[in-house]
């Protein structure tokens, strides 16, 4: 059962040419359940072809705190992710963080 302490976000962007999840996808998604208290990325996964590539990106995001902003995410994959993919999977980041920004910004209406 659901118990409301995490959320489900997904973050979308186009993939560069000549990329095997091209043949399949036409944009790279990054997906994350997120703790609704701390913004710390509990699971994620990506689009990425290769299931170690998907692993890969999960574990380097799992911990990742949205709160403190994406920019520690993205100089990780910028060392250690080196494939043609590394453009998308920044820009589907940051799109997933846009999205945990503004239902942050909801709740706080609310």
Do not use: W
């Amino acid at each position: 059962m659901y118990n409301g302490k995490t959320m489900f976000i997904a973050g979308h962007a186009r993939l560069p040419q000549g990329m095997a999840a091209k043949s399949v996808f036409e944009t790279l998604t990054i997906t994350a359940e997120v703790d609704t208290t701390y913004g710390v990325i509990l699971e994620a996964s990506c689009t990425l072809a290769t299931e170690h590539g998907r692993e890969f990106i999960g574990n380097l995001l799992k911990g990742i705190s949205l709160q403190d902003g994406v920019e520690e995410a993205i100089e990780s994959i910028k060392k250690y992710y080196r494939g043609k993919a590394t453009n998308a999977l920044i820009a589907a980041l940051k799109d997933l963080d846009l999205h945990f920004q503004q239902m942050k910004q909801e709740e706080k209406i609310n």
